[in-house]
């Protein structure tokens, strides 16, 4: 519970969908006490069947209700969505937006008093309720909305606090780190069929491996380079694989495409 107050989604889209049915499922919130606002009536139909949340087509109606607004509109309306609040938004509510690339200041500086903005990046796992999520706090953000915002994003998976400096490295590891994953899974796929699995089988056995080596890191606690030691006997076939993959560059392929994708999340950053 997050002491009766209530969440409003302003954009009922994907991560909107993904966060209510997160929050529903652990309990932490009521139907009753989550509201949302999108421009699509149908949207908001298909939200309030399924959910039995309370919507509305006007922004300003979900947040002026809402103890806390979160923002799960694209980056390039947040702008003309937050002008439309200007008359809502109060010192009391918690902000919390999870558009990329959008600073905290970028938001306080919308409104003319203090505002208390957390910004968070979640990634597209959320959706099965597996977000990698690191969140940071505005200037006059209290240290009692972070501990919200990480309640209400531990629904969706884990968290992490960091600097907000750090968001574009976030955006480059975790937010776009499905992609490289769902390529690495496509691979090891192809590489099944190549010795002889069939499609199907291959795919299983490649997404579930990926899964299962991420559990192991996450529950024991352990270095992955221990883990990795565990699986590796002396003049065995995890060997032989490990050595043709460090050959193939993989550790610094990866490294580079995590440092492009940060550059490039700085890049479009600077464009606002
Ligand atoms: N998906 C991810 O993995 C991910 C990860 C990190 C952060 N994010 C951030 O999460 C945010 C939402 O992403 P999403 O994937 O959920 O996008 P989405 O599915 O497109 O959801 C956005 C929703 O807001 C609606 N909308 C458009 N204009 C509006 C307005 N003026 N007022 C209210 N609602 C409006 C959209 O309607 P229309 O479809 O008609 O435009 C859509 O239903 C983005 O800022 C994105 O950067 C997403």
Redesign the pocket.
């Known amino acids: 519970m997050l002491n009766g107050r209530s969440l409003g989604f302003?954009?009922?889209?994907?991560?909107?969908?993904?966060m209510i049915r997160g929050l529903l499922k652990a309990r932490l919130l009521r139907p009753q006490e989550i509201l949302a606002?999108?421009?699509?009536p149908e949207?908001l139909a298909y939200l309030e069947q399924t959910f039995g949340i309370r919507t509305s087509?006007d922004?300003a109606e979900v947040a002026g209700k809402a103890d806390i607004a979160l923002?799960?509109?694209?980056?390039q309306?947040?702008s003309?969505?937050l002008d439309?609040l200007l008359d809502v938004i109060t010192g009391h509510k918690v902000l919390i937006?999870?558009?990329?690339?959008?600073s905290t200041r970028f938001i306080a500086e919308k409104f003319p008093g203090k505002v208390r903005v957390i910004r968070?990046?979640?990634?597209?796992?959320?959706?099965v309720l597996e977000?990698a999520s690191a969140l940071c706090s505005g200037a006059d953000a209290l240290p009692e909305d972070l501990e919200l915002a990480k309640r209400i994003f531990t629904a969706v998976g884990k968290v992490v606090v960091v600097e907000e400096v750090l968001m574009d490295a976030v955006?480059g590891l975790s937010?776009s780190g499905?992609a490289y994953i769902f390529l690495i899974i496509d691979a090891l796929s192809d590489a099944g069929v190549k010795v002889g699995l069939s499609r199907r089988e291959a795919q299983l056995l490649a997404a579930q491996t990926v899964l299962g080596a991420a559990r192991m890191v996450l529950e024991t606690h352990k270095h992955p380079g221990e883990l990795k030691d565990m699986v590796t006997s002396p003049g065995g076939t995890a060997i032989a694989g490990l050595h043709t993959l460090e050959a193939g560059g993989l550790r610094t392929t990866l490294i580079n495409a995590v440092e492009a994708a940060t550059r490039r999340s700085m890049e479009l950053g600077r464009k606002d």
């Open positions: 302003i954009g009922g889209g994907n991560m909107a969908e993904a606002s999108d421009v699509v949207r087509q922004n923002f799960a509109v694209k980056p309306i947040m003309p969505v439309g937006s999870i558009a990329a690339g959008i968070v990046m979640p990634n597209t796992p959320a959706l977000a955006t937010g499905p």
